[in-house]
């Protein structure tokens, strides 16, 4: 007896979606593109916000910037919520084995007094600005136009979030778990010199209207300087005084901003090109919250790295800007 197989081949019906075949043509579309394009409503809202009824839900006036096409913001990363998470969890994996063996070797006693009181007054209190980023970014998540830029920002505010834990946790580490660094480092923020200028401007971009002026303000302003200085430059300098395994602690939030960078940059070039009115208002509100930053960061910079500090890292960000095609 003979067997015989045959196979056939079924043709689908439909390709994709009819909103992402109107995109991208009539063909398979990726899990990024049916995650994210035109999934936000756009008519057919029942009411317009009791609170400002005279916006409607989702409004493009809500910002100054005009945009064509909102969806012109895509992600280089690819993320909608499986790749996000995935990418995640593997930072956490390897940041909870790092933490676990900081643990586990008593690490922490090989830092001088010094060096743990820098740690409580410049490391954790950056716990209260991760908190005022994951705020910003959520604000632009339910104003901001456009899923495949308000699912980035939920993504970078629920990180900051992330980040902010961790900063408490390298609190509770280095006071073993009594949680007295985490109160030192409040009182610092609340009441060191050197973190007034940062604490205003956190509470100033708490209150920005314009969801696009803060998401500059904050991603791009205040957190190139910020991760610039603390985790870069400070983080070499306590590797230079023998702290080099603090480097395991802050891992995360080096490799955390190699990643964000992407899309910030992203957002950045794409807004800037839409058209020389979006250009000449971004770096309107750049250079405003640049001239904030700078004096905010000022006392900090110079009381953990010395006078030069600061000068580095605005360069960096005036290098970020230039490379987007701002301030040429």
């Given at each position: 007896m003979s067997i015989e197989i045959k196979t056939a081949t079924l043709e689908p019906v439909r390709n994709t979606f009819a909103h992402i075949e109107r995109r991208f043509?009539?063909?398979?579309?990726?899990?990024?593109?049916?995650?994210?394009?035109d999934v936000a409503s756009a008519t057919n809202f029942h009411y317009r916000p009791l609170w400002q009824p005279d916006k409607l839900l989702q409004d493009a006036s809500r910002t100054q910037l005009v945009m064509a096409d909102w969806y012109a913001f895509r992600d280089p990363r690819q993320f909608y919520y499986g790749t996000y998470v995935q990418a995640r969890a593997k930072m956490q994996e390897v940041a909870e084995s790092n933490y676990a063996f900081f643990e586990k070797r008593n690490l922490a006693r090989l830092l001088s007094d010094e060096q743990n009181a820098a740690l409580i007054r410049f490391l954790v209190p950056l716990r209260h600005v991760e908190h005022t980023a994951n705020l910003n970014n959520m604000y632009g998540t339910g104003l901001g136009m456009g899923t495949a830029l308000t699912q980035a920002m939920l993504y970078d505010g629920m990180d900051r979030l992330g980040i902010a834990q961790y900063l408490s946790r390298i609190g509770l580490i280095l006071d073993?778990?009594?949680?007295?660094?985490?109160?030192?480092?409040k009182q610092h923020w609340m009441d060191d010199a050197v973190w007034q200028g940062m604490r205003a401007l956190c509470e100033e971009l708490m209150v920005t209207e314009d969801w696009f002026e803060l998401l500059l303000a904050q991603d791009i302003v205040v957190d190139t300087l910020v991760y610039e200085l603390v985790y870069k430059q400070w983080d070499a300098q306590l590797a230079d005084n023998g702290a080099q395994d603090v480097a395991m602690l802050t891992e995360f939030m080096q490799d955390w901003w190699k990643d964000n960078q992407r899309w910030g940059d992203s957002v950045l070039k794409t807004a800037a090109a839409e058209s020389a009115d979006n250009t000449?208002?971004?770096?309107?509100?750049?250079?405003?919250?640049?001239?904030k930053a700078a004096e905010a960061l000022a006392p900090l910079a110079s009381e953990m790295l010395g006078e030069q500090a600061l000068e580095s890292a605005m360069a960096v960000l005036d290098k970020r800007l230039n490379k987007a095609g701002l301030f040429k």
């Open positions: 043509g009539d063909k398979p579309a990726t899990r990024y593109q049916e995650a994210t394009y073993g778990n009594s949680g007295e660094a985490l109160a030192q480092a000449a208002l971004m770096e309107q509100w750049i250079s405003n919250w640049r001239g």
